[in-house]
Structure formats: structure tokens, C-alpha cells
């Protein structure tokens, strides 16, 4: 079952999460990062080195056994995706901020993520535990998230009205996907005799999977507010860092690196985020009640998405317009 399941099954269904995630982007999306510089560099400092040095720390300080630190490890790694974006739409965030954050994370992450999961490997695991970094897995992780993302933007580019139709079962897809990736791991770690050991190690990543949630939302937020970015993008940034694509380390631990125990802490995790990042748009919202909700490209999917009034200069040209298309 378990075979089936990270050999089959789960990179499938990565694949059409991934999908997904591409039919909410588009070229200008890359191109807004000249409309926020300053924002999105913050964003990718605290993705590409505070969170990883964070989730070293917490691994450290929790004690996690080596296979548990590296699943966290990779979770650090790992890009937001459109449920950091609904969110942030919610709290009142920069929802443009997200999704240019998301696709440039999503580029650099075939890069950062094998990077990071090497070195984390290397100071966790023993030498006869350690999987070398190669270039065939490299690869490996450029087919698994860049190739459906870039599909996804191929379809939205030419086919915007049938990307519009595809992107709401897509999202639910992605949502119940990762429910049922989450439960089988649970139910093959507690029902499988050699992997009685699994069941106390989700109880192990319990805390250490919070810690690392609330840490990277605080992360995400507090770092652009003290370098006096506006709090809307430091709401953005926030969700960005804070909400990871648990299915993608899933699938990336259990595929990739042969390991169910690596997978759990993303699986915890997963199930976790949902409600502190609930929490934290609240509070977040809160603070930004007598401001405009940012509406710009949460609703770009549809096809007769237009750039909002409030959007001038060189803003409005870097928004994304999908072309309006009334059949496929």
C-alpha cells in the first residue's frame, strides 16, 4: 500500500496540486517584483535564510531523532501556495505581494530546496543514513515542481476561460489530496508493525511543527514591519512564509528520499496551519479593518478580471489582465 501510494499515487496527485498552483499564474506575476523590490526581497530573505536557520533551531532545541530534523528541514524548504494567497486575502493582505512571492519561491525552490535538504542531512543523519545529493534528483525536483507549474501557465496563457473553469476543482482536488496523504500516513504508521516507532513520532512533531508554524508566521511579519514595510505586505509576507506546501514535502520525503518518518513532520504540520493561520489573520485583519482589501489578483482568475482603479504607474502595468474569452 505504502508503495503504491509514494510511487504512484502521491506524485500524480503532486502533479495536478502543482497544476493548479500554475493556473494562478501568469508572466506578470514575475514581473510585479519591479513594482514591490523592497517587499519581495524581504520575503525571500526570510524564506531562503531565517526560516531554514529558525527550523535548525527548533529542531535542535526539541531534540528531534535525525529523520524528524530533516523532515522539518524540508518543510522549511518548501514554497507557499494558493492557500497562502486565500488567506491573505482574508486577512486583508497584499494578495499581488503572494502570488509574485509564490512564483518567484516556487523558481528558486529547484534550487534552495535540495540544497538545504542536503546540508540538513548531513548534520542529522550518520553517513550510512545519508542520501548524496545528486544531479538525477535535483532534476527529480525540477520535474515535480516547476514542469506543472509551467503547464498550468501554458493553459491559463492560452486557454484563460478553460483555466478559470479548471482552477476551483483543482483547489478542492488539492485540499482533499492532502486530507487523505495525511491519513494514510497516520493510518500505515499506526497499523503497520514495522513502523510501530511512526506512531510516537507524530506525537514527537507535534510541538515542534507549531513552534515552527508560529515562528515562521512571526517571521514573515515581524522582519518587513521593522523594516518599515507597509503592514499589508507584512501581512503577505507572513502567510507566505508561514503556510508551506505540506504535499509537496510529503511527497518529496517519501519519494524522494524513501522515507515515511521524514514525512511526518509536513503531515502534522499540515493539519496544524490551517488553524494558526486562521488565528493569525484575524488579529492581522483586525488591524487592517479601515483599509481597502487587496482584491487584485485573488480575482484575476476569472476572465473578465480587469486591474482595479486604486492600481496606477507602473503598478497597474505589471498587474495581470487575463484577456477576456467567452469559449475555449
Avoid at 233 to 261: F, P, R, Y
Amino acid at each position: 500500500m505504502g508503495g503504491v501510494l509514494t510511487n504512484t499515487v502521491l506524485p500524480i496527485a503532486l502533479g495536478i496540486v502543482m497544476l493548479g498552483l500554475g493556473l494562478s499564474l501568469t508572466v506578470a506575476d514575475f514581473k510585479r517584483v519591479v513594482v514591490y523590490p523592497r517587499a519581495v526581497v524581504l520575503g525571500l530573505f526570510c524564506q531562503m535564510l531565517l526560516l531554514p536557520l529558525g527550523c535548525y533551531a527548533i529542531a535542535v532545541a526539541f531534540r528531534l531523532p535525525p529523520e524528524l530534523a530533516v523532515g522539518l528541514m524540508l518543510l522549511s524548504a518548501s514554497p507557499g501556495g494558493a492557500t497562502a494567497n486565500l488567506y491573505s486575502h482574508l486577512a486583508r493582505g497584499d494578495v499581488a505581494l503572494n502570488v509574485t512571492l509564490t512564483a518567484v519561491n516556487s523558481v528558486l525552490s529547484v534550487f534552495t530546496l535540495p540544497l538545504i535538504v542536503e546540508i540538513a542531512m548531513r548534520r542529522f543523519l550518520s553517513e550510512a543514513q545519508r542520501i548524496p545529493l545528486q544531479f538525477e534528483k535535483v532534476v527529480q525536483v525540477f520535474a515535480i515542481v516547476l514542469v506543472p507549474v509551467l503547464v498550468g501557465m501554458v493553459i491559463r496563457r492560452l486557454r484563460p476561460a478553460f483555466a478559470f473553469r479548471l482552477h476551483k476543482p483543482v483547489k478542492i482536488f488539492s485540499a482533499v489530496v492532502l486530507v487523505l496523504v495525511v491519513l494514510v500516513i497516520m493510518v500505515v504508521g499506526a497499523t503497520d508493525k514495522s513502523r510501530a516507532s511512526d506512531t510516537g513520532m507524530f506525537m514527537r512533531s507535534v510541538l515542534p511543527a507549531l513552534t515552527f508554524n508560529v515562528a515562521s508566521m512571526a517571521i514573515g511579519y515581524f522582519v518587513p514591519l521593522l523594516a518599515r514595510v507597509p503592514r499589508r505586505q507584512a501581512v503577505a509576507i507572513g502567510m507566505e512564509i508561514g503556510i508551506h506546501n505540506g504535499t509537496l514535502a510529503i511527497a518529496l520525503a517519501t519519494g524522494l528520499l524513501k522515507s515515511t518518518t521524514m514525512a511526518i513532520p509536513a503531515a502534522v504540520y499540515s493539519g496544524i496551519m490551517f488553524f494558526t493561520a486562521g488565528i493569525f489573520g484575524y488579529v492581522a485583519s483586525r488591524k487592517l479593518r479601515d483599509e481597502p482589501r487587496s482584491v487584485v489578483v485573488y480575482r484575476s482568475m476569472s476572465p473578465d478580471a480587469t486591474p482595479p482603479a486604486e492600481a496606477s504607474g507602473s503598478a497597474a502595468k505589471a498587474i495581470d489582465e487575463v484577456p477576456r474569452a467567452s469559449s475555449v
